[in-house]
């Protein structure tokens, strides 16, 4: 996978401009959504932001040893067992409850549940939102559950947001309610954005701008065989070649991250040309109908998603053609893909 970082660069100027001066807190957890994430760190440290985004106390400890001094929030709630460990990594925690709340002297950040409902405190919880409001949270959050599909249901959620957040006594100094999609949706002022896929090249909404692409992935035609009518491809049998025609066998499957469900619907570029999938994807090789007419040979390079040649399949359609998402696509990469960076 060749992983553009001026381009990544580029997506976070964006995502900033919409913003309307709110600081940068961009979302690297999962591997910085399976592209590495000390060179994304990297490339995103040129534009200085407030600090990143991860999901657990491990990420954050891997960004403290890759030598990140910026604040690191913790987005999954802290549980009170974990409170030490916030501390070794200077981390700052999530806190939703009384309990981590009473155990807790750093700064942290208070989730307000406006709709998402995967953590935080009621929006409606007058009691529980006061009592937060008393340790002072540094920072005060919510999370869009439709910012890509829904202008509506977002208007709904700022509006529990602004009345929970009046119930604190004092305004948090950092403020932040947009993901990505809600960087390009949302006018009130706030004080962080915290993207994530569109940074990475994933499309947050067909109204909302698209991003640059910044993930190319690539393998090699590892062999070719000619098959008659009649013949079948791959486990199960279940592709039968209807007229004599040419296979190219290559070297990636499902343990690199080329989803099985995308049999029968992908194609592939080789030489700036589609050619279909066929028959079952396996473990480590994938089966394409070359036909009989075309000058591919073993060693040529095949693009699963990317540029080739002036065409191009998009990140966004591979993951429909999977019945995914671009999140699941990017994230579900195999460790044994090298990542190849470009730029910054």
Known sequence: MEVNLQNLVANARAVLKAGRGASLLPMVKADAYGLGVERVVVALETLNPWGFGVATIEEGAQLRDIGVSKPIVVFTPARTTQLPEYARYDLRPVLDCSETLSLW?????????????????????????????????????????????????????????ERAVGLLGKRPALVHVANSAGSFRVSTQMDLVRPGIFLYGGKVGDDQPTPLPVTRFRTVVASIRTVRAGDTISYGADWTAEHTTRVATLSAGYADGIRRSVQGKAHVLIGGRPFPVTGRITMDMTMVDIGMDHPVRAGDIATIWGDDSGHEITLDQFGAWAGTISYEILTGLGKRVPRRYLGV
Do not use: C, K, N
């Open 105 to 161: 002297d750093g700064p942290f950040h208070l989730e307000i549940d406006t709709g998402m409902g995967r953590g935080g405190v009621r929006w409606d919880d007058t009691e529980s939102i006061r009592e937060a409001g008393v340790s002072e949270p540094e920072g005060v959050f919510t999370h869009f559950h439709s910012a890509d599909e829904s202008a509506d249901s977002l208007r709904v959620q700022l509006e529990r947001f």
